[in-house]
């Protein structure tokens, strides 16, 4: 059974720094797309960064050149180090995987694993 689960998320204020972690089980990581979403209150849930099984990355415009996905396939763990955070980049963060190469990697629909998600919360 594939199982998910997020840490790292906490209070931090603008221009801060947070390095999220995704500790994954019961599958062959490579074998796999992984993907961070994140929604926020009164919000849709929203693609933020996704690595390929061929270790390609892809970033929703709003975070590039400010958080990378990566992954250590040792310690079974994929990252999110999140940089210059703003307030806007409040609310839960979840990651996701998907069995396979996927067509966008920022795609709810693209996933059928999920985490219960860790809270981020960014002041100003």
């Known amino acids: 059974q594939v199982r998910l689960a997020e840490s790292g998320g906490g209070s931090v204020q603008a221009g801060g720094s947070l390095r999220l972690s995704c500790v994954y089980s019961?599958?062959?990581?490579?074998?796999?797309?992984m993907g961070w979403f994140r929604q926020a209150p009164g919000k849709e849930r929203e693609g933020v960064a996704s690595?390929?099984?061929?270790?390609?990355?892809t970033y929703t415009d709003s975070v590039k050149d400010r958080f990378t996905i990566s992954q250590d396939k040792g310690k079974n763990t994929l990252y999110l180090q999140m940089n210059s955070l703003k307030p806007e980049d409040t609310g839960m963060y979840y990651c996701?995987?998907?069995?396979?190469?996927?067509?966008?990697?920022?795609?709810?629909?693209?996933?059928?694993?999920w985490g219960q998600g860790t809270q981020v919360t960014v002041s100003s």
């Open positions: 019961g599958y062959t990581f490579s074998s796999y797309c």
């Open positions: 996701a995987a998907y069995p396979g190469p996927v067509a966008h990697g920022l795609e709810e629909y693209e996933y059928n694993y």
């Open positions: 690595i390929e099984t061929d270790g390609s990355t």
